[in-house]
């Protein structure tokens, strides 16, 4: 079938996006498929245009899985419009209406049926369904069905059992956020046969990202101080409770048009917040993660995390809400060391130890139950005997019914099987915040690290150009500075210090310029000097762990000095731009004056970014070219990395470009560099000794 014309005599689009087609291609095709892409890059289009040809070839209707109601009814209004025939079945319906859905799903007069995980825990609810084949089966935000995963739902789970009955229909799986581990359990749980894999990019170029490091009770002030600007709304504010959220809503709402949105919230208070936000009435929505999923307004010109995010594929969903149009939009994470207080509070609530866990298994019986005369007698609040069925459920051990009533299906199960998986899951857990909390401290490209996180190695490579460690000059957050004379003497004496044996732990090296230990002001300031080396190139920071006598894994950051580090001259320019204080209320979010030479240099630091290995070859290429480099800066009087970026030197490495054109198709070589190195460059990588370069 000719798909192009469908799409734009159903959905009105004049051509398909970037990799929808095949996709769209697989599944009409009848191809089970997982589609991992970008928040914003037209997912839903994957499975709605090959539902349309499918339906229209006689096959039947779409069944589409969907996590939120706000999300399934955005998607199903929107269907509705292009005069498709689409029910939904949640529980915010009245009862007749989600029965008068089932009996059009039977006399096949849907193209789209809407349902929640949840209906699948109905006694014959499945069955009713396997009645009519679907055309296809979509379940979006698959990653919900992934223990390893941000966003875990175990009415997810169900899928596994149902979706066998439906077959032969095919399954499409659609995510924004599944790492590698996150996908191969997708493609398992779902029971995906040869899936066709579309595993696309997660980079964003138009997302300038910057992290600032602020005490909590400064920012309320910053997020006011900041979307004072009008360039800088409509904007999402995430807080991390519902109470932040109303304060701060009712604070902001003061200046402009604002709202909360959270579960704490009546349901026609949210839509209400949802709809004005949508119609451009409310310029900000504060809100609780519960917002956001599948909300389509592509004019979001920031994204502001009042407190540090659980996960980075949390974080990566929820600020890719900024900037759907294309333009230049920016996300900013404020965080300080009481966030992980926070965390910390947060996770002993929600994972209940697994004593807990045990004394509930134990008293579940076979058959579904009220869970008030289990709890009463295990003296046990609700709320914690909830969560522990909710773990015992994601291990397979418990289950719900829709009325709430509570069972064992632990027959098959063994308990030193589910209580190593409940261990697994808080061990995952936990390191999904570790890895959160190093993505905020650790100097480093901002886009790279979140692709790279995600499995895209070859993206990583590239920086992004606009986050505050490449540009801090163009930061809007937080300002940037020249260091102070006494700044530049301690910086040099840090690299100093590193160049007796090449890297030291964090803490070793304060020490051994003078900090101590006892005073945190002195360690805030030297924080700040180590992130102006990294950012500069001169150093690379990276997450270490020792095992001390007691047994206990101890993480620590280890400074390592670079090449530009090593061969750094006393009387060379450092290049290095410093973090100001941010957030004082003074409102001065002014740009830092900054020389150009010192851009370049913050444009070129590859910081701790994990890189892929060079082969032997290109090892050797890399040490020419830094002898070239440094030749080259010596011999005009300039650091290093004004000839050339680190970013760039590595992508020549890579690349070895043996022409101009090559040369030029690289990020970071433009005319100018390439007119006056280009036949260098050429030379070096071609393994011939290159002629001087032109003045």
């Not at 997450?543 to 894994?553: D, I, V």
């Not at 444009?603 to 892929?612: Q, T, V």
Request: aromatic content about 6%; charged content about 25%; glycine content about 8%.
């Amino acid at each position: 079938m000719d798909l192009l014309p469908l799409l734009q005599a159903t959905f009105g689009y004049p051509a398909f996006r970037q990799n929808q087609e095949a996709v769209c291609r697989a599944v009409t095709q009848g191809r089970d498929v997982l589609l991992v892409m970008p928040t914003g890059a037209g997912k839903s289009l994957c499975y709605q245009l090959p539902a349309v040809a499918r339906h229209s070839a006689g096959l039947g209707a779409a069944l589409v899985v969907s996590p939120l109601i706000a999300l399934m009814d955005d998607q199903a209004a929107k269907l509705a419009a292009a005069g498709l025939r689409v029910a939904r079945i949640h529980s915010a319906l009245p009862r007749e209406e989600a029965r008068e859905a089932c009996r059009e799903w039977l006399r096949g007069n849907l193209q789209f049926l809407f349902i929640a995980p949840e209906r699948l825990r109905v006694p014959g609810f499945p069955a009713m369904l396997a009645r009519r084949t679907p055309s296809l089966i979509a379940v979006d935000e698959a990653h919900c069905i992934s223990g390893w995963g941000h966003d875990f739902r175990p009415d997810y789970r169900m899928l596994g059992e149902t979706l066998p009955l439906l077959r032969p229909a095919p399954i499409i799986a659609l995510t924004a956020t599944a790492t590698p581990v996150v996908q191969r359990d997708i493609v398992e749980q779902l029971q995906l046969a040869d899936p066709a894999l579309f595993i696309h990019g997660f980079r964003r170029d138009n997302l300038a990202l910057e992290v600032v490091e602020l005490s909590k009770p400064r920012r309320h002030e910053f997020i006011a101080d900041f979307l004072t600007t009008p360039d800088h709304r409509p904007a999402i504010v995430y807080a991390p409770t519902r109470k932040a959220a109303d304060e701060l809503a009712l604070q902001l709402n003061a200046q402009f048009p604002t709202a909360a949105y959270h579960a704490g919230l009546e349901p026609p208070a949210r839509d209400l917040a949802q709809r004005r936000f949508l119609a451009g009435q409310l310029d900000v929505v504060v809100a609780t993660i519960a917002f956001g999923m599948g909300i389509d307004k592509p004019d979001i010109r920031t994204v502001i995390h009042a407190a540090l995010p659980a996960s980075i594929e949390s974080y990566y969903q929820e600020i890719g809400r900024a900037g759907r149009d294309g333009r230049l939009s920016r996300a900013i994470l404020l965080h300080s060391y009481a966030d992980r207080k926070l965390h910390e509070t947060f996770f002993e609530r929600d994972y209940p130890p697994i004593e807990d866990l045990a004394r509930v298994a134990r008293l579940l019986p076979d058959d579904f139950v009220e869970p008030e005369p289990l709890w009463q007698k295990l003296h046990m609040l609700p709320e914690t005997f909830a969560r522990a069925v909710d773990k015992l459920a994601s291990q397979g051990v418990a289950q719900f019914d829709r009325e709430g009533r509570v069972r064992s299906v632990a027959a098959a199960v063994d308990a030193g099987r589910w209580r190593s998986g409940y261990q697994q899951q808080l061990g995952h857990r936990r390191q999904q915040l570790d890895r959160m909390i190093e993505f905020a401290e650790t100097p480093q490209c901002r886009m790279s690290a979140l692709v790279r996180h995600f499995g895209d190695t070859a993206g990583a490579a590239r920086l992004c150009g606009h986050c505050d460690f490449c540009s801090p000059e163009s930061a809007a957050a937080q300002p940037f500075a020249d260091p102070t004379p006494q700044q530049e003497r301690d910086l040099r004496r840090m690299v100093r210090a590193l160049g007796v044996t090449g890297s030291r732990s964090a803490g070793r090296l304060f020490s051994e310029i003078g900090g101590s230990p006892g005073d945190p002001a002195a360690r805030r300031q030297f924080d700040v000097l180590l992130d102006g080396l990294a950012r500069a190139g001169l150093v690379t920071l990276s997450s270490e762990t020792w095992t001390n006598p007691e047994g206990r894994e101890v993480s620590y950051r280890k400074v390592t000095l670079s090449y530009e580090g090593r061969t750094l001259a006393e009387d060379e320019p450092l290049g290095i731009l410093l973090r100001q204080p941010a957030g004082s209320g003074s409102g001065s979010l002014r740009r830092a004056r900054k020389p150009k030479a010192a851009r370049d240099g913050a444009a070129s630091a590859s910081g701790s970014a994990a890189e892929i290995p060079f082969t032997p070859e290109q090892a050797e290429l890399e040490t020419r070219l830094r002898r070239w480099r440094k030749a080259e800066a010596a011999a005009g009087g300039k650091p290093a990395f004004f000839v050339l970026s680190d970013a760039a030197l590595r992508a020549i490495v890579l690349a070895q470009p043996r022409t101009l054109s090559q040369l030029l198709a690289i990020s970071g070589i433009g005319p100018v560099k390439a007119d006056r190195y280009g036949a260098a460059l050429c030379a070096l990588c071609s393994g011939a000794e290159p002629a001087p370069s032109s003045p």
